[in-house]
């Protein structure tokens, strides 16, 4: 099927195809060497796909990485009912596949990413009721999600929620946001040096907590010492923002612990940034 849709729409980047990657709202396909493939796999994904193909163009030039920027965009065919994009393939594996302790690498080379990202983002910015907004927003779907989770410390994980609910709230402007900040949307280079930043199907504009809610989602306490100074060196970050971001790794690693029980590498992000929000910082 995208093979066709390829060789249809757009022939000149027609080429062998080879699926990649299935995740929740998006599959994504190898298109010969130097393109992807991304579709929507159900219809809410679809907003989200759209919102990649109109602002990716305008991030690119905001970050210091690569990011998949659409070259061609298709429409709906035959038996494939939704709009979908031609990417440029970027190249390096995901970082979570590198091993934990090695992760400190790359944590200057985020925290400069998410320097970049968070500027203020027009009232245009694409919304999103589940990233960006205040951590109350989330409370009831948290509790939910922890009261079926299996933890060692489930009253611990509750303080760290109740403390993040308890910090005051982002008064700034919305800033742009990546607003899903775990290992699978971090692709690594063989320098062990951040590759590309991947998977804007949740992009927003917010409180910048939730990206930097990956100081728990990704990394280990050396690690995260590294991103948060680096990040502090080149951007204010008070501890409000920190408490909330902490929140935000909780919500983050709750929703993929409870829903990736036929995913091993999602399970483990999962399980990594629950058991990280619960040590000292």
Same mark, same amino acid.
């Given at each position: ?17 080879? =699926?990649? @990657?299935?995740?929740? %709202? ?25 919102? #990649? ?32 994009? $031609? ?21 200057? /080379? ?25 951590? !109350?927003?989330?409370? @009831? ?11 060692? %410390? ?8 109740? #403390? ?15 607003? %899903? ?8 280079? /063989? %320098?062990?040096?951040? @590759? ?12 910048? @907590? ?9 990394? /280990? ?12 060196? =080149?951007?204010?970050? /008070? ?5 909330? !971001? ?9 929703? $993929? ?21 619960? =040590?000292?910082?």
């Amino acid at each position: 099927m995208v093979s066709s849709l390829v060789r249809t729409q757009h022939p000149t980047y027609a080429g062998p195809v080879r =699926l990649v @990657a299935n995740g929740w %709202d998006n599959a994504v396909f190898r298109l010969g060497a130097s393109w992807s493939v991304r579709l929507p796999r159900r219809a809410v994904a679809v907003p989200l796909l759209v919102n #990649e193909q109109r602002w990716l163009p305008r991030l690119a030039a905001l970050l210091p990485v690569p990011v998949p920027v659409p070259v061609a965009v298709g429409a709906p065919a035959g038996a494939y009912p939704w709009p979908w994009s $031609i990417n440029s393939w970027l190249p390096g594996h995901p970082a979570g596949t590198v091993p934990v302790a090695r992760r400190g690498a790359f944590a200057a /080379d985020l925290a400069r990413c998410f320097a970049s990202l968070h500027v203020p983002a027009p009232p245009s910015a694409p919304d999103n009721a589940f990233r960006g907004v205040p951590l !109350a927003a989330r409370a @009831a779907a948290v509790r939910d999600r922890l009261a079926t989770l299996a933890s060692p %410390d489930p009253a611990g994980l509750h303080r760290v929620w109740s #403390e993040a609910l308890a910090a005051p709230p982002w008064t700034g402007p919305p800033v742009w946001l990546h607003a %899903d900040p775990h290992p699978a949307n971090l692709l690594v280079g /063989d %320098d062990g040096r951040l @590759a590309a930043l991947i998977d804007f199907g949740d992009l927003t504009a917010g409180d910048p @907590a939730t990206d930097l809610a990956a100081a728990w989602t990704v990394f /280990d306490p050396p690690a995260r010492a590294a991103f948060r100074a680096a990040l502090s060196a =080149l951007v204010p970050v /008070d501890p409000a923002t920190w408490q909330r !971001a902490r929140g935000w790794a909780l919500s983050i690693g709750a929703a $993929i612990a409870a829903s990736s029980a036929d995913n091993p590498a999602m399970a483990a992000i999962g399980a990594h940034t629950l058991e990280q929000v619960l =040590l000292p910082d």
